[in-house]
């Protein structure tokens, strides 16, 4: 098997909405630290001294949203169920979702900021794939060669209901994307939502996980590297965080040579 690595890198340089912070720890400070906290914690008293030079083991401290970076959003993310029951969070996943069959639909060319239902079904016909239960979908908006910048926040294609129901009908449970978000850009969203008052255009994707349970990955990269558009699996299980809705994912497709 080939691996090839669909994940975005976590950078504190690049542009994010919400910043992230990354704190690198020495391996000189790495000594100081452990020593105050063996002292502090377990009363246990050592000298930074004691070690070689000094050092003992670097530290990095991140402070960065679970929807910075290739993530996993869970049902809770989307909102309150029809039903009155609470949506599963991200550590109540089940596993098998998340390392299985997929495919990958290029919606590149689609020419407009949205794609709907019948797009992804010519998507499919053109590829001639038929999608089994829980197999992961990916779609290809070519987003990602914008990352770390502005540009990739506010422009990109997205899903509208349609398009994530048709998925769903078909089985599939988790639903990737190379974009900041599986819905269209939010400048687009609410222009059409003011021309509209119509409260459908808001968020479908994400909201459609509330009435059938479903999870993203949002800001895949590297999709062009993938040979062929189905016949390889993809694994990408979430960061267990309890009661999150959302959970960081290195994200790897399994290709057979």
């Not at 991140?62 to 909102?79: M, N, R």
């Not at 596993?95 to 900021?113: E, M, Y």
């Not at 819905?183 to 255009?201: C, H, K, M, N, Q």
């Not at 309890?242 to 790897?252: D, E, L, P, S």
Request: aromatic fraction near 10%.
């Amino acid at each position: 098997m080939r691996l090839i690595d669909l994940s975005s890198t976590v950078d504190a340089r690049l542009w994010e909405p919400e910043p992230v912070t990354h704190t690198v720890m020495s391996a000189v400070e790495g000594a100081v630290h452990m020593t105050d906290g063996m002292r502090k914690n377990f009363g246990i008293d050592l000298s930074p001294d004691a070690f070689p030079g000094g050092e003992f083991l670097t530290n990095d401290m991140l402070y960065l949203s679970t929807h910075t970076g290739t993530h996993v959003d869970a049902p809770a993310h989307y909102g309150t169920r029809p039903d009155g029951e609470a949506a599963r969070t991200i550590d109540e996943m089940p596993l098998d979702w998340f390392d299985r069959p997929a495919f990958v639909l290029d919606v590149r060319d689609v020419g407009r900021s949205t794609v709907d239902a019948e797009d992804l079904h010519k998507a499919l016909d053109r590829i001639g794939y038929a999608p089994q239960p829980l197999d992961i979908a990916l779609i290809n908006t070519g987003a990602s060669a914008w990352a770390g910048t502005k540009r990739y926040f506010t422009e990109f294609i997205g899903l509208d209901g349609s398009a994530t129901r048709y998925l769903l009908d078909l089985g599939v449970r988790v639903i990737g994307t190379d974009a900041f978000s599986l819905d269209a850009p939010f400048g687009d969203i609410i222009t059409r939502y003011r021309e509209s008052l119509d409260r459908s255009v808001l968020w479908p994707a994400h909201f459609a996980g509330r009435e059938q349970e479903y999870c993203q990955i949002e800001r895949l990269a590297n999709l062009d590297a993938l040979p062929e558009p189905y016949g390889f699996s993809v694994t990408c299980f979430p960061v267990k965080i309890a009661r999150a809705g959302a959970g960081w994912t290195r994200a790897v497709a399994r290709v057979a040579e």
